[in-house]
């Protein structure tokens, strides 16, 4: 009597995401990320991409590592700090040290100085900001570039994702009100002479941060496979006392400039 | 006519109860409730049930009703 023995492929590094049937990991591989921020965000959500196949990575920030950021940043560690070293910098050289078929190009630079060519050389754009104007700046030009933003935000135990899929749902901007442009005016106060910078410090631990970046890859991985019907419509809130997360509608803003 | 309404605090479960005219905007009960629980400085949003009501809306537009209860949200800006 003889027969067969099925033996995993485990030689094979996404086996497993392969036994996924509606993962495509081809497209996974080919899609461009830009990722907008190599903060706590930024960190969990390249890991993650990386882990989950997707093999061009462009990363924004123009900050260095601070030791406050090594309570929920999985690639940062206190040599970094005492370094002053590039977030951006660091969080591409330890993400290509999970995968060496991955392509992480780190830009040091506001992402308003990123060359409008470039936004266009992407098939994605990850949102990992931790201020509403950058926040606009990113939603405004994936619009315009008909890229699709995923933007997500945490503070404390709560979090948020919203995906933008133009020119179909609405956008970043449409949910804004007075308070979210008062906090702009905070940040961006005139004196008279020059312009002072106010950088609130806000409260964030890796629970949070881990639930949201997880889903904008897994938003992400919808759309690299084609499943954008499948993606969340309006903004998915998430609160980590309560343990409940849902999914809020948002209207498109008749009144937006996007639109 | 004036319809009432009840606004939660998504942070602490504490409620207040507003009275509001049509013509009142989303924003106007933002401000009024993050005032009256003298809350920091920040991004808020409100929902009403499963609808996120953008700040301009009315409360005609935003077809709130009599007896509504609202959930003031702080809206998540770190990263």
Known sequence: MSGT????????????????????MDSINDARCLVVGAGALGNEVVK?????????????????VVLSNLNRCIFFKEIDSRG?????????????????D??????????????????????????????????????????????PYIDGG???????????????????????????????????S?????????????????????????????EAIKIACDLQERCIKNVFHYNGMTGLSEELELSIDPECPLH | M?????VRNAETGATVDMELEAENSVEEIIEGAAGYWEKDPGAYVLR??????????????????DNDQLELIPDPEGG
């Open chain 2, 48 to 65: 009403c049930g499963k609808r996120l009501l953008r700040g301009q809306q009315t409360v005609a537009d935003a077809k709130i009703m």
């Open chain 1, 5 to 24: 023995i099925q033996v995993g492929h485990d030689e094979d590094r996404f086996d497993r995401s392969r036994r996924i049937d509606l993962l495509d």
């Open chain 1, 190 to 218: 005139c004196t008279g002479s020059d312009v002072t910078f106010f950088e609130p410090k806000m409260p964030a631990e890796i629970t949070t941060t881990s639930v949201v970046a997880a889903i904008q890859t897994r």
């Open chain 1, 154 to 188: 945490t503070y404390g135990m709560s979090g948020k994702v919203q995906v933008v899929l133009p020119p179909e749902t609405p956008c970043f901007q449409c949910g804004l009100n007075r308070s979210h442009y008062r906090v702009l005016e905070k940040r961006f």
């Open chain 1, 102 to 147: 991955v392509s992480i190009e780190p830009r040091v630079c506001r992402i308003e100085d990123l060359p409008e060519d470039e936004w266009r050389e992407h098939d994605i754009v990850l949102g990992c900001l931790d201020n509403v104007m950058a926040r606009l700046h990113s939603n405004s030009h994936s619009y315009h570039s008909k890229i």
């Open chain 1, 84 to 100: 002053r070293r590039m977030k951006a910098e660091v969080v591409a050289e330890r993400g290509m040290g999970l995968d060496p």
């Open chain 2, 2 to 6: 004036p319809l009432r309404i009840r």
């Open chain 1, 48 to 64: 993650n991409l990386v882990l989950s196949g997707f093999r061009e990575l462009t990363l924004v920030d123009m900050d260095h």
